[in-house]
């Protein structure tokens, strides 16, 4: 299973991009999903994320401005940001959290889609 994320690039300081996030082969559960960023010099860190149970989370540095959401029958992630600023610069990554029915349980990233804010 290979994530391809997209949507990335440049905008400008409170514009807004939609990235996706899609698995190459149909996954039959998806358990959780999220995305995490990281910018040059830092570590990485979880963005957005829908758990388990279908409960969102968001890092407090994006709330009321990004929305994760997946379509499990498309296999894909999307993450809506908009308000963007130049600390949301960083590559984003998506992540699948699946198992199936014989309880084996794996994950997947995608390799990343790089998003700049500037003006």
């Known amino acids: 299973v290979q994530l391809q994320a997209s949507g990335g690039g440049l905008v400008q300081p409170g514009g807004s991009l939609r990235l996706s996030c899609a698995a190459s082969?149909?996954?039959?559960?998806?358990?959780?999903w999220d995305w995490s960023r990281q910018a040059p010099g830092k570590q990485r860190e979880l963005v957005a994320e829908?758990?388990?149970?279908?409960?969102?989370n968001y890092a407090d540095a994006v709330k009321g401005r990004f929305t994760i959401s997946g379509d499990n029958a498309k296999n894909t992630l999307y993450l809506q940001m908009n308000s963007l600023k130049p600390d949301d610069a960083a590559v984003y990554y998506c992540?699948?959290?699946?198992?199936?029915?014989?309880?084996?349980?794996?994950?997947?990233w995608g390799k990343g889609t790089l998003v700049t804010v500037s003006s």
């Open positions: 082969v149909n996954i039959y559960r998806i358990y959780a």
């Open positions: 992540h699948f959290q699946t198992y199936n029915d014989y309880d084996v349980w794996e994950d997947y």
């Open positions: 829908i758990t388990g149970a279908g409960r969102t």
